[in-house]
């Protein structure tokens, strides 16, 4: 009994492994994020406000659901969200596209806004500066005081609990090794450009 809402078509493991619902669901809110913005009675919970709210239950809820888990998504000892719903691998959980995280997080934001929602406003802001912070860090290494001298890349495409890596889930090259970290570009994308001198080097 996992308490997850399944999309289907099913991709990415997001059914069997519970793989990727911030990922997936944050591109539907986004969505309904900007309709709500033009059309707020749209989004109320009688409408299809309701069946958004739950999409975010679903990977972002708060701690007194009494369906789904608090947050299933993020990892807030950590400090950033993991992917794989399931973490059965020998070097623990894994998250690959910390930008799709960020696009996560800021689309609760524009959706708490367009639905005044202050509870999930603030719950969203937490989400997105932490996880931005986790970023700058781990996959970035934005002041170079993390990533040992042996690993030579200037980012790491899948951080995992145990390790960190430059590869990617399927064979790819280097522009793509970058844009898993990077895209899609949006106005919470603004982070990646907090810090010149890392831009620079990468």
């Known amino acids: 009994n ?3 809402l399944l999309g289907y078509h099913a991709a990415h493991g997001s059914a069997v492994r519970i ?13 309904a994020a900007e309709v709500a913005r033009a059309n707020p009675d749209w989004a ?3 409408e299809w406000g309701g069946m958004v709210n739950e999409l975010i239950r679903d990977f972002a809820a708060d701690r007194e659901d009494p369906m ?8 807030s000892y950590s400090g950033h969200s993991w992917a794989d719903g399931l973490a059965t691998f020998a070097s623990g959980n894994n998250q690959e596209s910390s930008s799709e995280a960020m696009h996560a997080w800021t689309n609760l934001i524009l959706w708490a806004e367009a639905t005044n929602d202050q509870e999930l406003l603030d719950r969203a802001i937490y989400l997105y500066t932490t996880e931005m912070s986790a970023i700058n860090e781990y996959f970035f290494d934005v002041y170079d005081e993390i990533h040992p001298p042996e690993y030579g890349p200037e980012i790491v495409t899948i951080n995992w609990g145990g390790k960190m890596d430059h590869a990617t889930w399927w064979n790819s090259g280097a522009v ?3 844009a898993i970290n990077w895209l899609p570009i949006h106005g919470g994308a ?3 450009g907090h810090h010149p001198e890392y831009v620079e080097r990468a």
């Open 176 to 178: 793509e090794k970058y």
């Open 19 to 31: 793989n990727d619902h911030h990922f997936h669901y944050g591109y539907f809110v986004k969505a």
């Open 190 to 192: 603004l982070y990646l």
């Open 68 to 75: 789904y888990p608090y947050l299933r998504m993020c990892d």
């Open 44 to 46: 109320h919970d009688d």
């Open 2 to 4: 996992w308490g997850t």
